[in-house]
């Protein structure tokens, strides 16, 4: 399901890369500044204090320093990335919308007969979707997570190195376990929208017929197969709903665990002389922030389950054998010629 989402995907992006790798950079860079360098920055004023050395002069610098973060980022930063985004998405649902109609157009009649309009419009309008949510995940939740980690584990290193090991440890073990549950759901999602979209051709489908020989009496023949339909999305939904609350119970239990442990070691560390208040600070902000980037991540991955199980059923469609190809080998070129009429009335 995944690598078939993803190869169309990647093909889409084609023409947006240089785009989209400027955003990335763009993005990097204000979480960085944003997240890390400034509570790198109070530390050193946490720091000051604890030495007693604290000035006028420091507090000024420390002062701009911190400003100039918080105002290249949240005020300017964010606003700039959401501006790049924006022209991203809106560009790529439009060469999306164009390319997969002009597949549809494609197809012949008997692809027409085999399929429910309804359905095949609503897999259609997922489809679409699907990509723009992918690009929406990538920029605001897969790259700041990436990010969160690799930053974090790294400047921690070089003040409570046995810290940032664990931590790192910690985090893998935590994300090899995700992405094993996320392949659990998968096909769960995956059968959630096909129902879904069943029933939605089955509407379609039965609006129609409804509409057409209503003074037969078709209501309750279609109600009757709607019914059926939409108790098997309410199963299958139950399954995946089951499935996720185990996923998140453990999400949870996690999170809280690595919220806990950073306080503890940073009361023993602090205790025993180890580390400056200035290391506190930072230990408990950046576990902070990871926390939150870890448990989201777990939302994020379900959201992904889903984006591309809805997208499943179009590409289903799209990978049909049921299109016109013009199989012959003459090449019909114009030169001239005309049109003459016999016999025509005046």
Do not use: C
Not at 152 to 175: D, E, K, N
Not at 272 to 283: F, L, S
Not at 315 to 322: F, H, V
């Amino acid at each position: 399901m995944y690598k078939r989402f993803f190869r169309y995907f990647w093909r889409y992006l084609d023409g947006y890369k240089i785009k989209v790798l400027i955003t990335l950079l763009t993005l990097v860079t204000v979480i960085v500044i944003g997240n890390f360098i400034s509570p790198i920055i109070i530390a050193q004023f946490f720091n000051h204090i604890q030495a007693g050395d604290l000035t006028f002069e420091i507090s000024t610098q420390l002062i701009i320093y911190y400003a100039f973060s918080q105002l290249s980022t949240t005020v300017f930063g964010w606003r700039l990335l959401s501006w790049m985004r924006w022209r991203i998405g809106l560009g790529l649902e439009k060469k999306v919308f164009n390319d997969l109609f002009d597949r549809m157009s494609a197809k012949s009649t008997n692809f027409y007969s085999d399929n429910f309009s309804g359905s095949i419009t609503s897999n259609f309008n997922k489809f679409v979707g699907a990509i723009d949510a992918v690009i929406e995940m990538l920029f605001w939740n897969i790259v700041p997570l990436t990010v969160t980690i690799v930053s974090t584990v790294v400047i921690l290193w070089f003040y409570f190195w046995q810290y940032a090991l664990l931590l790192a440890i910690l985090v893998i073990i935590y994300l090899a376990i995700i992405i094993y549950t996320t392949k659990v759901i998968a096909d769960k999602s995956k059968a959630v929208s096909k129902a879904t979209s069943k029933r939605t051709g089955l509407l379609s489908d039965a609006i129609s017929n409804i509409t057409l020989v209503k003074s037969y009496g078709r209501e309750k023949t279609e109600k009757k197969s709607l019914s059926s339909q939409s108790e098997t999305v309410k199963q299958k939904g139950l399954i995946q709903m089951r499935q996720h609350l185990v996923n998140s119970l453990f999400y949870s239990s996690t999170t809280t665990a690595f919220a806990i442990l950073a306080f503890a070691l940073a009361a023993i560390a602090t205790q025993n002389n180890w580390i400056a208040v200035g290391t506190v600070y930072i230990m408990l902000s950046y576990s902070v922030n990871l926390n939150g980037h870890l448990w989201n991540s777990s939302n994020v991955f379900r959201r992904l389950n889903q984006t591309v199980g809805r997208a499943d059923p179009m590409i289903d469609l799209l990978e049909s054998e049921d299109i016109i190809h013009d199989k012959s080998s003459k090449k019909i070129r114009v030169s001239a010629g005309a049109i003459e009429f016999s016999k025509v009335l005046e």
